[in-house]
Structures are given as C-alpha cells and as structure tokens.
C-alpha cells in the first residue's frame, strides 16, 4: 500500500512502534438503567495485581467552586488542569469552567486555581492538557454557542486557535497535534500540526482525497492518529522525510472507536453494541470496554466488567494498562478502573463517603488524573484528584 506522496508504506504487524495515550475523551456524565450482572475476571479493590495499595489525593476546589474534576496532570507531577463548576454570578452562567492546581513540591498543598480570568467572557470552558512547561490547552463555549480552543503559555499569554480546531496532545517542546472541523460539516476532519502555540498550523497529508481523520498522540518526532478511507479507518503514522510530512498506514481498524494505544501495540477501543436505555427511552450507546494486541488477529477482546456489560476506555499506558470506567454493581454508578491485562480488573480507591468516579489523563510517572463523586444530601459534588500506582 502507499502513502499519499507515493512512499512504499508498512503494516504494523511487521515491527510498528507505538506510543501510550495521555488523554481521555472527557468526563462522562451518565443516566444509567438497571443492567444484568454477568461473570466477570479477577477484580482487585484499591490495589495493583500484586497487592500494593494505591493513592488517591484530594486536591480540592478553586474558591467558590461547588465542585471540580481533573482532566490532565504533567509528567512532573506538579500541574494539574481540568475544569470547576461554579454557581451564577452577576457576570457568569452557573456551569464548569476551567481550572488548574499547582504545587511546589511532590508532598505539598496543591493550589487550586480559577481560569476564567485568562479567557474572554464564555459560558464553559475545560482545561484539557498541560506540559512541564506549565502550558495549557483549553476548550471553551462562547455565549453565542461556538466553540473556540485556547493555549495559555508557560508565561501567562492567552492565544485562541482556528475556528473549528481541537488539540489532541501537547509535548514538552510545545508542539501540538489535533484536528480541524468544518462548522457546516461538509468537509472531513482535518489532521493538523503546530511547530508552536504562537505559529502557524500544518495541514498534515491524509490517504485519500474526500477523507480525513485526526492526529491524535505523538511518538517521539512521529505522530499517531486515525484516518479513513473508502475501504474504512486505519490507524496510521506521520512523519517528516526532507522536511516533508508523509502519512503511513500501519493497521486497518474495526468498527470500534479507538480511545488509546500502547507502547507494545495495545490499541484501546469503545465499542458501540447497540442502543443504550434509562426508563424505555434511548440515551446514546450502548458501550462496552475492549482492547486487541499485535499480531491483531481476529476481533479486539472485551474486558471485563464489574457488573453488566457497560464501559468505557481511555488511554493506554506505558505497560499495557487500560484505564477506564465501568458500570458499578447496583447497575447505575461508574466507577473508575484499571486493566493491567485483558482478563484483569483493579477499582481505583475512592475518597470516604465518595460513590462513583472516572479517570482522565495520566502521566510517565502513573499518576492518573480524575475526579470522586462524594454527594452531601443526595447532590452529587465532584472532588478532584490523582491517583499515583505503586
């Protein structure tokens, strides 16, 4: 098969190299029905495999916040973004907004912080990235209902991107990878490359004319992300020959949505099996967990649950785990979970009192970014935190 400048391309089942994801889709809010329980794999609470304990830290709520959930944390450790609800205010809507806790040391206070004053006046906003740098990627809606993607810089400057463009991941050096929608929906996604925040965006090549994909994790100085074509999605690789950008298929997909891939070629996908209901009425999918490992023979496997079927995954990290939710035993809340390996399920401990939570972005270190759910008088209020494995 080609590339679409002509290069001779490779299949991944001949020595491809893969990367770990560093981001979730987003938070989940969900209305879940009664589901049935089904056997399930070794579950492991609040534990690795082997026993050791796992953290969990509360880094509480910028001031006068309800509560907050976190998205993403650096490698070093020491930022954290994500987003903060906040009541009505005479200038804002009540809704969540953008947020960022720092902290000097690995021991320390973490501080939280409000970002809406870095942003134009907007009716939502969610803090999606952030580097060692100390450079953040920001979604936000405008009162008008249009979406704009903002990057704050390491020195405090507020720089907003394209219309209809979404960042994927974000480097130690400031490159950038995502993608660029057509508002009216006509075109295909656009895969898109910035050498910097402040500097011009790349077009980077697809597979075929008429159709797109994005660019979702980078690699080293290639870049991993999906495209389609008339035969269907592939998983494919960038990177730069004599200055120029070449794309490389490296495997044909399923029909699943793929969330996440590993290091050693772990792909973590969604699976959508059907329509999902609460009270006879259809409410999206319905979702369900799965991973498939190299040679891909077959169809991906699907992991396992602690109740019912439904799930969801994130990223992978750099030994093969899976990160994600799944439904909890009373069939309504989702909870926050691991998958070592395809027939392994660990419970991310939960803060006291707290009944649900979900995972975000994780970091080298396997510090996980994510959120507890621990209602006071029935309200949900959502606690940021970080879990670090052992």
């Not at 009505?88 to 970002?115: C, H, K």
């Not at 990878?177 to 490359?193: E, M, W, Y």
């Not at 009192?353 to 970014?369: D, E, L, M, P, V």
Request: proline fraction near 7%; charged fraction near 15%; hydrophobic fraction near 40%.
């Amino acid at each position: 098969m080609l590339t679409t400048d002509g290069h001779q391309a490779s299949n991944c089942k001949e020595g491809a190299v893969f990367v770990k994801s560093t981001m979730f889709t987003g938070s989940v809010i969900l209305l879940a029905g009664a589901l049935l329980a089904l056997p399930f794999a070794t579950a492991v609470a609040g534990k690795t495999p082997g026993g050791t304990a796992i953290r969990v830290e509360d880094l509480g709520k910028p001031a006068g916040s309800v509560r907050s959930a976190a998205g993403a944390i650096n490698d070093a450790g020491n930022v954290v973004v994500g987003w903060a609800y906040f009541d009505a205010t005479l200038e804002y809507r009540n809704n969540n907004y953008a947020a960022r806790w720092t902290r000097s040391s690995g021991s320390g206070a973490w501080q939280p912080e409000d970002l809406r004053p870095l942003l134009p006046m907007h009716k939502n906003s969610y803090a999606t990235l952030v580097n060692d740098a100390g450079t953040v990627v920001i979604s936000a809606e405008f009162l008008d209902s249009t979406y704009h993607a903002f990057v704050i810089t390491s020195v405090g400057q507020t720089l907003e991107l394209g219309p209809g463009e979404t960042v994927y991941d974000l480097d130690e050096s400031d490159q950038m990878i995502g993608s660029r929608r057509d508002p009216s929906q006509a075109l295909p996604d656009q895969p898109l490359f910035w050498a910097s925040p402040s500097g011009p965006v790349a077009e980077l090549p697809v597979i075929q004319s008429g159709f797109g994909g994005q660019a979702r994790w980078f690699q080293g100085v290639t870049i991993l992300g999906t495209l389609a074509d008339d035969s269907g999605g592939w998983l494919v690789q960038w990177s730069k020959v004599d200055g120029q950008w070449i794309v490389t298929r490296l495997q044909k997909l399923p029909s699943f949505d793929l969330t996440g891939v590993g290091p050693d070629g772990r792909l973590a996908f969604m699976h959508c099996t059907g329509p999902r209901y609460f009270q006879q009425t259809v409410i999206g999918c319905d979702w369900r967990a799965a991973a498939w490992d190299p040679p891909y023979d077959g169809v991906p496997t699907y992991l396992p649950n602690l109740a019912g079927t439904y799930s969801w995954t994130g990223g992978v990290m750099d030994d093969g785990t899976v990160l994600g939710l799944t439904v909890a035993s009373n069939g309504i809340d989702m909870l926050p979970v691991l998958w070592p390996a395809p027939t392994t399920l660990v419970k991310l401990p939960l803060l006291a009192g707290g009944k649900s939570g979900g995972t975000g972005g994780f970091n080298a270190y396997r510090q996980i970014a994510g959120y507890v759910d621990v209602p006071v008088k029935g309200r949900s209020t959502y606690h940021a935190v970080v879990w670090t494995l052992p």
